[in-house]
């Protein structure tokens, strides 16, 4: 089954199970007039090891869905599993472990912890897992110097290009080996040599990890080296094919 048939259908074969699944996926925010509807029954499956671009425009539920997925928010309607396990019914401990352990982060601006290095950095999200300092710290060398940052451990985020702050936030988002990686304009602040860099290293990682990305963009260079993209109409996700390099 390829991966826009998975998508599709969000059923597994040979026992597959997506990484992240959305189930009739609904979200809405109650207003004067009625509620407002932002996503509307959403099925939308990512697997091991693919790559997805979300490219949609400002305002029609981005943000919303990579919340949902990210269990930064409930659905009000439908499920989310990841990992095949269903969270509809997790309390928000359950959901924050989940999280933890399941899903990494990236966004736009890399909120990385100023009065700590870069190792330090990725070192604290497996401190926070549980994780012992010595085998943290190790992991956290390896990370960084698969992404190019041997040399730029002990620096601070102040002391590193935007390049390298993006990649120390990869590094951190993937310290504690997820299985979902969520991503939010992760080369938006980028010049556009330093954007392909650093989106060549995050692909690398994933190819090498496994893992699910889903990357939201409004690069449509980028998003045609991605598996396949999708976009949100009418509060949908749907397959989104985009014009040749060009045109």
């Known amino acids: 089954m390829d991966a826009e048939t998975k998508a599709e259908t969000g059923t597994a074969s040979e ?27 959403v099925d939308f499956a990512v697997w091991p090891g693919e790559i997805v ?34 969270t509809a019914h997790m309390d928000d401990a359950g959901r924050t472990r989940l999280r933890r352990e399941e899903i990494g ?50 620096h601070r985020p102040a002391e590193l290009s935007g390049g390298e702050q993006q990649r120390v936030a990869l590094a951190r988002a993937v ?31 994933v190819r090498a990890s496994g893992l699910a990305a889903v990357i939201a963009t409004h690069n449509h260079e980028l998003a045609r080296r991605m598996d396949r993209c999708v976009s949100i109409r009418d509060g949908r996700v749907v397959e989104l094919a985009l014009p040749p390099a060009g045109a």
Not at 16 to 35: D, I, N, T
């Open 105 to 154: 982060f990236v966004y736009q601006f890399h909120h990385l912890l100023p009065e700590f290095s870069a190792l330090e950095n990725v070192v604290m999200p497996q401190i926070i897992r549980g994780l012992r300092k010595a085998e943290a710290r190790e992991r956290a060398r390896e990370l960084l110097a698969f992404l190019g940052l041997a040399d730029r451990l002990s």
């Open 53 to 86: 671009a979300l490219v949609a425009p400002s305002g029609t539920g981005k943000s919303t869905l990579l919340h949902v997925a990210g269990l930064l928010e409930r659905p009000d309607d439908g499920e989310v599993y990841v990992g095949g396990e269903p």
């Open 175 to 205: 310290a504690n080996a997820p299985r979902v990686l969520l991503a939010d304009e992760p080369t938006g602040n980028l010049d556009p040599q330093t954007s392909a860099h650093v989106f060549q290293t995050l692909v690398s990682l």
């Open 15 to 41: 026992g597959e199970v997506p990484a992240l699944f959305l189930s009739r996926v609904a979200r809405w925010y109650p207003q004067r007039e009625g509620r407002l509807e932002i996503l509307k029954s």
